[in-house]
């Protein structure tokens, strides 16, 4: 299977349409759309969604990213490193099971999103995208390192 064998032409529009009035409504702004990946920005905050598919599973998993932006030059692609939201969730909790959900068509995509905006977004990214130190404190676990401090 190759690259473009995964690639779809929806997943841009359905997180535009599903996730991007939520976010909206907390700050964000579209800042890039990829291949396989759309981001939102509020100042140097970052949300990511981007999907893969496993050889072993059936259907295409959304993962989920808060980050804080490397760079955001208008002619290079926005670049910062991103704490996966499955970090920010406790077992228990009704999202911990997201990344499991799957899609295969545009319909079941649209139905993950609105589940990820209300139990993953809403419970665990904002409260998380809100703190920078507390964002910034979660980098450096994630990543071994703070590179979101110069230097």
């Known amino acids: 299977m ?8 929806y997943f841009d529009q359905a997180c535009r349409s599903v996730l991007g009035p939520y976010l909206e409504a907390h700050g964000f702004a579209h800042l890039h759309s990829g291949p396989a990946s759309v981001m ?3 100042g140097e905050v970052f949300t990511q969604f981007t999907y893969w598919s496993s050889e072993d599973e059936p259907g295409f998993r959304v993962l989920v990213g808060v980050g804080l932006l490397e760079s955001s030059q208008p002619e290079r692609r926005p ?3 991103a ?5 920010l969730i406790p077992a228990e909790a009704p999202g911990r099971a ?6 295969d068509d545009e319909g079941q995509l649209l139905e993950l999103l609105g589940r990820v905006r209300d139990l993953v977004l809403e419970a665990h990214v904002m409260p998380v995208a809100a703190d920078p130190a ?4 979660l980098l ?5 390192h703070d590179r979101s401090q110069p230097g």
């Open 79 to 81: 670049r910062g490193r």
């Open 83 to 87: 704490v996966p939201a499955w970090r």
């Open 140 to 144: 450096a676990e994630t990543w071994g």
């Open 2 to 9: 190759s690259w473009n064998d995964l690639l779809n032409d």
């Open 134 to 137: 507390r964002l910034r404190g």
């Open 98 to 103: 997201f990344q499991a959900w799957a899609f």
């Open 40 to 42: 939102f920005a509020r």
